[in-house]
């Protein structure tokens, strides 16, 4: 049975719509669809729509629209969405090449109980997902991570990791898109450009994108 949808205010111009209180990817495909959904319909006073796991936060101008109109608003088009627009939506298929020469590489083998070789083949053996963009900028976060590799996020977080640095935290893989502080393991790098606010789409990657790291020397 599905979750009901709950409206909560976030300041005086945005709403949060929570889906449910458990992580699933049956849940994640139900809020990119409804987040592609109010894209799409491109409602009156909609100024963002920003999905999560969870939940979706809709940006509105409140000099056009109250909280209760909004959310009444919001909740039915969400509802309407259901699940197919989510897996109908075009999507791309990325190959990026990585350097696997990450400051991490070694303690993380360690760690895992692993040689620097399988961590490699084990991270560049998959194909990933994207299930969302946050934190900054073009960041993806792909899953699912083999389970061989799970690990926890470093204690202390670094004050700068470059751009382009390959890095995995917990049941995640990801590339750092900008020059930003960051607490997941470095284990290798890209020069391909994951955000460029130049382009018509400046991220690279988008919710439900496929990615393979290709390994390159």
Same mark, same amino acid.
């Given at each position: 049975?599905?979750?009901?949808?709950?409206?909560?205010?976030?300041?005086?111009? @945005?709403?949060?719509?929570?889906?449910?209180?458990?992580? =699933?990817?049956?849940?994640?495909?139900?809020?990119?669809?409804?987040?592609?959904?109010?894209?799409?319909?491109?409602?009156?006073?909609?100024?963002?729509?920003?999905?999560?796991?969870?939940?979706? +936060?809709?940006?509105?101008?409140?000099?056009?629209?109250?909280?209760?109109?909004?959310?009444?608003?919001?909740?039915?088009?969400?509802?309407?969405?259901?699940?197919? #627009?989510?897996?109908?939506?075009?999507?791309?298929?990325?190959?990026?090449? $990585?350097?696997?020469?990450?400051?991490? %590489?070694?303690?993380?083998?360690?760690? %895992?109980?692993? +040689?620097?070789?399988?961590? &490699?083949?084990?991270?560049?053996?998959?194909?990933?997902?994207?299930?969302?963009?946050?934190?900054?900028?073009?960041?993806?976060?792909? =899953?699912? %991570?083999?389970?061989?590799?799970?690990?926890?996020?470093?204690?202390?977080?670094?004050?700068? $990791?470059?751009?382009? #640095?390959?890095? &995995?935290?917990?049941?995640? +893989?990801?590339?750092?898109? %900008?020059?930003?502080?960051?607490?997941?393991?470095?284990?290798?790098?890209?020069?391909? $450009?994951?955000?460029?606010?130049?382009?018509?789409?400046?991220?690279?990657? @988008?919710?439900?994108?496929?990615?393979?790291?290709?390994? &390159? +020397?």
């Amino acid at each position: 049975m599905a979750h009901q949808l709950v409206a909560h205010p976030l300041g005086d111009s @945005a709403i949060t719509i929570t889906f449910g209180s458990e992580r =699933s990817a049956d849940l994640l495909r139900r809020v990119q669809a409804a987040a592609r959904a109010l894209r799409n319909a491109q409602l009156p006073h909609v100024e963002d729509v920003v999905p999560a796991y969870l939940a979706l +936060t809709i940006f509105y101008d409140p000099l056009h629209l109250s909280f209760s109109e909004a959310a009444s608003r919001f909740v039915a088009a969400c509802e309407r969405a259901g699940g197919s #627009s989510f897996e109908s939506a075009p999507t791309k298929e990325h190959v990026i090449p $990585v350097r696997y020469d990450g400051i991490d %590489l070694d303690s993380v083998a360690g760690t %895992l109980g692993l +040689t620097r070789e399988q961590v &490699i083949a084990r991270h560049a053996g998959r194909t990933y997902t994207v299930d969302l963009i946050g934190f900054v900028p073009g960041f993806a976060y792909l =899953s699912e %991570l083999d389970r061989s590799l799970h690990i926890s996020r470093r204690a202390q977080p670094r004050p700068r $990791v470059a751009a382009g #640095s390959v890095a &995995i935290a917990a049941a995640q +893989t990801g590339v750092y898109p %900008l020059d930003t502080p960051g607490g997941w393991h470095i284990i290798g790098s890209t020069t391909t $450009v994951m955000f460029d606010p130049t382009r018509d789409q400046p991220a690279l990657l @988008a919710a439900g994108d496929s990615v393979r790291f290709e390994r &390159i +020397t």
